[in-house]
């Protein structure tokens, strides 16, 4: 008789660093391809980049925006089913009720839609000489917090049955990575992934892309996951690429340089329980000092 009880504690995740077209079919097509692709390399939880369908600007935004469901998240669903996999769609340009949003779509293995965000922190700056944007001349914000739990699979053997957990994973998108509170009201619900779907440019990008990410994950004990688009030199915003994860203790466990690819890491949470039980910075927090708080479920 198996004995039921044991976890695994590893999980593959696969971050797209897609080449993002003009052409949404082409991008819809490509994308679905390289999910296939991640699946078939044992990935369980697959993310696309911020943007996978269109090309980013405020001028595009417009122009490319769907409806949620849609053309885009139907695809998203069905491949997401048809791989068994948790599939995190990157972004793309929501209409609903006359408002445009950046979102992020999430899809179970059934192909069921989990969860959605609508990019909270909108990405407005102004670094003289160098990079001017402003996603609020057309998107509006979102107003929630979003995050899923994956379930496990059974697998059988003569002496145990192997229970998956996977983690409870909390979403950004892009410029929400930037606002460490966020990521840690995400760490005090529990979550053990956090996954930014983003598109930091060519000066923001060698700047701050890697020491956010590092530092949201030392911050918190979490792993931070980042999917990028590939480097389109000829497009008006060019991405910086270099999608990420890294680790709990700040290590870069894995990363892509600037063309299109997939990167593939393994999620230990054995790993992040030990690192917890070392420096137990959740239990020696000065609640009686200082707290971050949502205010919103």
Not at 244 to 273: C, F, H, N, Q, R
Request: aromatic share 10%; proline share 5%.
């Amino acid at each position: 008789m198996a004995l039921a009880g044991r976890v695994m504690a590893t999980f593959r995740l696969a971050l797209i660093q897609l080449q993002v077209s003009s052409v949404k079919s082409d991008n819809l097509t490509r994308a679905c391809g390289l999910v296939r692709e991640a699946a078939a390399q044992g990935a369980k939880i697959v993310c696309l980049p911020e943007c996978f369908n269109s090309p980013y600007g405020t001028n595009y935004f417009p122009q490319y925006a769907e409806k949620i469901p849609g053309e885009s998240t139907q695809k998203l669903s069905e491949v997401a089913k048809e791989c068994s996999i948790y599939l995190i769609g990157g972004s793309i340009p929501e209409e609903d009720a006359g408002k445009l949003y950046n979102t992020c779509a999430v899809f179970g293995p059934d192909g069921a839609l989990l969860v959605k965000h609508r990019k909270l922190h909108l990405f407005d700056i102004d670094v003289p000489g160098k990079i001017t944007f402003q996603e609020s001349k057309t998107l509006s914000p979102g107003d929630s917090f979003s995050t899923f739990d994956t379930r496990g699979e059974l697998l059988t053997s003569a002496l145990f049955v192997w229970k998956t957990a996977y983690c409870r994973v909390g979403l950004g998108i892009c410029y929400d990575l930037r606002f460490a509170e966020l990521a840690q009201i995400y760490a005090q619900r529990g979550c053990q992934l956090l996954v930014y779907p983003g598109a930091f440019n060519l000066t923001t990008g060698p700047a701050h892309w890697e020491l956010l990410q590092r530092g949201r994950a030392v911050d918190n004990q979490v792993y931070v996951a980042t999917a990028s688009p590939a480097r389109d030199d000829k497009a008006s915003y060019v991405a910086w690429g270099h999608s990420t994860v890294v680790t709990p203790w700040g290590e870069v466990l894995a990363t892509a340089g600037t063309e299109e690819m997939i990167v593939y890491s393994d999620i230990d949470l054995k790993k992040l329980a030990e690192i917890r039980q070392q420096i137990p910075i959740f239990s020696q927090k000065r609640l009686d000092l200082y707290a971050v708080e949502a205010k919103k479920p």
